[in-house]
């Protein structure tokens, strides 16, 4: 059995804003495994990039905190580290992939600087040393001509291949994780396909662990180990890639497959989800989905799911896999049928 890299336990995240306390993360559990790539799905707004940037203190501190919960890496407890002491992690040991590769490299300097100074800032090498590094971390991400390449400022580069040096950033330092937040949103589909299946050419290649957040379904089907699915500030379902594509067992899980498109059904209709996600100013007591699920009960407005396993690896939090909920939900159907 795999060991745990990083483990998050009942994780608390909130937001002061003009109209109130945003409850933006509420209570996540989550465990990303030595080697493995964790996908973290769901609609904009769950909680995703917010569970993700209190992993290396990244929540600003005019308007957001850390409620609750912990986040253990190497047996230290990150929520409760210094500025200084996280600094020392983040970057070296821990790497993050932001959304848009241009606001994430200096315009104003060279690749080459950016990476090699990205390197000497956490590694006591000469520049000699360091640009022997960064060459062969280019290599590894597909960049051709690295040599040259290193001359160039970032507007000589396309989207694809500013995607490929921010990953060489992340990659530089032989980071222990590495967390990419939407790593394609501007990206188009057959670059995106390219910049995936690198993730998980370097997964292979170095061992290094992966949480990779997106709102799509579709892109993680080749890559992921293991997908948690998010909603409304939390976990609402985890499983192995096989477990959530063909054994759902949450409403919102099955809802989200349903929207992805497949070539191979060619009459398949697309089914939206209805409704709004909940209001996290004032969330709900209760499962969060319930206003949007065409399974409700009584019991998921007022009282939160007990979480169901189905395996070592498979956990939904929902009302319909408790065996007495589930007779009752049956009943009322037959009656009002």
């Not at 009942?10 to 996908?39: D, M, P």
């Not at 600087?113 to 800032?121: A, F, K, P, Y």
């Not at 062969?136 to 291949?161: A, C, D, T």
């Given at each position: 059995m795999m060991e745990n890299v990083l483990?998050?336990?009942?994780?608390?995240?909130?937001?002061?804003?003009?109209?109130?306390?945003?409850?933006?993360?509420?209570?996540?559990?989550?465990?990303?495994?030595?080697?493995?790539?964790?996908?973290i799905v769901g609609e904009s707004g769950c909680g995703k990039s917010v569970t993700s940037q209190s992993i290396i203190g990244l929540i600003p501190k005019s308007s957001g905190k850390i409620t609750d919960g912990s986040i253990i890496y190497k047996n230290k407890d990150l929520t409760k580290m210094s500025e200084k002491s996280l600094r020392s992690i983040r970057g070296a040991e821990i790497s993050m992939i932001f959304q848009d590769?241009?606001?994430?490299?200096?315009?104003?300097?060279?690749i080459g600087?950016?990476?090699?100074?990205?390197?000497?800032?956490h590694q006591d090498?000469?520049?000699?040393?360091?640009?022997?590094?960064?060459?062969?971390?280019?290599?590894?991400?597909?960049?051709?001509?690295?040599?040259?390449?290193?001359?160039?400022?970032?507007?000589?580069?396309?989207?694809?291949?500013?995607?490929?040096?921010?990953?060489?950033?992340?990659l530089i330092c032989e980071p222990e994780i590495i967390i990419a937040d939407e790593p394609t949103t501007a990206l188009d589909?057959?670059?995106q396909a390219q910049i995936f299946e690198l993730f998980k050419e370097i997964q292979e290649k170095t061992g290094v662990s992966i949480i990779l957040i997106t709102h799509d379904l579709g892109v993680v089907a080749q890559v992921a180990d293991r997908i948690a699915v998010m909603y409304a500030g939390k976990i609402v379902e985890t499983g192995t890639r096989k477990e959530i594509f063909y054994k759902p067992k949450h409403p919102y899980t099955k809802g989200l497959l349903s929207s992805v498109p497949r070539l191979d059904l060619e009459d398949e209709e697309l089914v939206p989800i209805p409704g709004s996600p909940p209001d996290l100013f004032a969330p709900p007591i209760g499962c969060p989905f319930t206003a949007r699920c065409a399974f409700a009960m009584e019991v998921c407005e007022k009282v939160y799911p007990n979480t169901y396993s189905f395996s070592a690896n498979h956990h939904v939090s929902c009302w319909l896999q408790d065996e007495r909920a589930r007779h009752h939900l049956i009943s009322t159907m037959g009656q009002s049928s």
């Open positions: 483990e998050i336990q009942n994780l608390h995240v909130s937001f002061s804003t003009y109209g109130g306390t945003v409850q933006a993360v509420r209570g996540v559990h989550l465990e990303l495994k030595k080697g493995e790539i964790l996908a590769p241009m606001t994430a490299l200096n315009p104003t300097l060279t600087d950016q990476l090699i100074e990205s390197i000497r800032q090498i000469s520049k000699t040393e360091a640009t022997k590094k960064v060459l062969s971390i280019l290599h590894l991400v597909g960049i051709s001509n690295p040599k040259e390449r290193l001359k160039q400022y970032p507007h000589q580069f396309s989207g694809g291949m500013r995607q490929r040096i921010v990953i060489a950033m992340a589909v057959t670059i």
